[in-house]
C-alpha cells in the first residue's frame, strides 16, 4: 500500500516576488525612514558623548618652570605634556644629533636637536629640538657651522631657554642597510645612549625651543627655521552612557529594517500555506487557527 504524498509546492510566489509588492515596497520605505531617524538619533548621542572638557583644560600657554611641570621620577604626565616652560641650562658642545623626517609648516625635513644639562633644580640631561633644515643634509651642514664656525658660541655658558615640553615617541626601526643609530622618531632614551657623559638623569620628554634669545642667533646664524610650536588638543571626555544610548538606536535602526522582513516573509509563508492546503483539496477556512507549514 502506497504511502500519500504530501503535497509539494514549488515556489509561486518567491519570498522575493512578494517583497516586490507595492504594499511591501511603501513598508520598506517606511521602515527605512523610521531606521534612518534611529541612525540620526544615534549620531547626535554619540557626538554629545565625546565632548571638550572645558572645565578641566589646562593653560599650556603661560610658561612655568620645567621642574615645576616634571617630575624625572614620573616621566611626562598628561598635565605636563605640551605645556610651554622656560629653565636655564649649558649645551654640551659637539653633541648635536639629527632627527628625520620632521614635518615643519607642512614641509618634511630634519631637526638639529641639542644636548642641553639643565642647572635648577637639579643636574639633569634634555633633549632640545633647536631649529629644522630641509632635508637631513642641510641639519649635518647646520651641525658641522655649530661646531667649527663659532654659532655655536652663542649656545654656551649658562643660558635660559622657553620652549614647549614634549612627550617621548614611540621608536621606529631603521630600514635595512641603515645606520642603526639613525634617529626617527624623538627618544630621549635613545639619546642618552649616544650623549656624551651622561652621569645624571635623562628626562622622559623633550624641548620643543622657541627661537628667543641665543637660540634664534644660533638657528639664524647655520641657516636653520624655527621649528613650529602647536599647543595641543584640549583633552576630550568620554560619557559612556550617552555611547550605549547611541548602540542602542543604532539596534533599533537595524531592528525597523529586520521587522519589515519579518512581515515579509510572514505574508509569504500564509500564502504557501494557503496555496498547500488547496494542493491537498482542504478549505483554508477550515484549517485550525494559527497553523504554518512553511515550504523553503
Do not use: C
Not at 638623569?201 to 624641548?207: E, T
Amino acid at each position: 500500500m502506497s504511502t500519500p504524498q504530501k503535497p509539494e509546492y514549488l515556489g509561486d510566489p518567491t519570498l522575493g516576488q512578494v517583497m516586490r509588492r507595492p504594499l511591501w515596497v511603501l513598508a520598506l520605505l517606511l521602515a527605512l525612514a523610521v531606521a534612518g531617524g534611529f541612525a540620526w538619533l544615534g549620531q547626535w548621542q554619540m557626538g554629545i558623548a565625546v565632548r571638550s572638557a572645558d572645565e578641566t583644560v589646562l593653560d599650556t600657554e603661560t610658561s612655568r618652570p620645567l621642574a615645576e611641570v616634571s617630575d624625572l621620577a614620573k616621566g611626562v604626565t598628561e598635565d605636563a605634556a605640551g605645556v610651554v616652560v622656560h629653565l636655564n641650562g649649558t649645551f654640551v658642545p659637539e653633541d648635536y644629533r639629527v632627527v628625520a623626517p620632521r614635518t615643519n609648516a607642512g614641509e618634511t625635513g630634519a631637526w638639529v636637536v641639542g644636548h642641553l644639562i639643565t642647572a635648577d633644580p637639579e643636574r639633569a640631561h634634555l633633549a632640545v629640538a633647536l631649529g629644522w633644515a630641509p632635508d637631513e643634509a642641510a641639519a649635518e651642514r647646520a651641525i658641522v657651522d655649530l661646531d667649527t664656525q663659532g654659532a655655536g658660541s652663542r649656545l654656551t655658558g649658562d643660558l635660559d631657554l622657553e620652549g614647549r615640553y614634549m612627550p617621548p615617541e614611540g621608536p621606529q626601526i631603521p630600514n635595512p642597510g641603515e645606520d642603526p643609530q639613525v634617529m626617527r622618531t624623538m627618544i630621549p632614551a635613545h639619546f642618552a645612549n649616544v650623549w656624551q657623559d651622561v652621569d645624571a638623569p635623562v628626562y622622559s620628554g623633550y624641548l620643543v625651543a622657541h627661537p628667543e634669545g641665543a637660540v634664534f642667533d644660533a638657528i639664524t646664524d647655520v641657516a636653520l627655521d624655527p621649528i613650529d610650536s602647536v599647543a595641543p588638543l584640549p583633552p576630550e571626555q568620554v560619557n559612556w552612557l550617552n555611547v550605549f544610548y547611541a548602540i542602542e538606536w543604532v539596534v533599533f535602526a537595524g531592528f525597523a529594517v529586520f521587522f519589515w522582513f519579518r512581515l515579509t516573509r510572514d505574508a509569504w509563508e500564509k500564502e504557501h500555506e494557503l496555496q498547500l492546503q488547496e494542493a491537498a483539496g482542504e478549505d483554508p477556512a477550515d484549517a485550525p487557527s494559527g497553523s504554518r507549514t512553511s515550504a523553503e
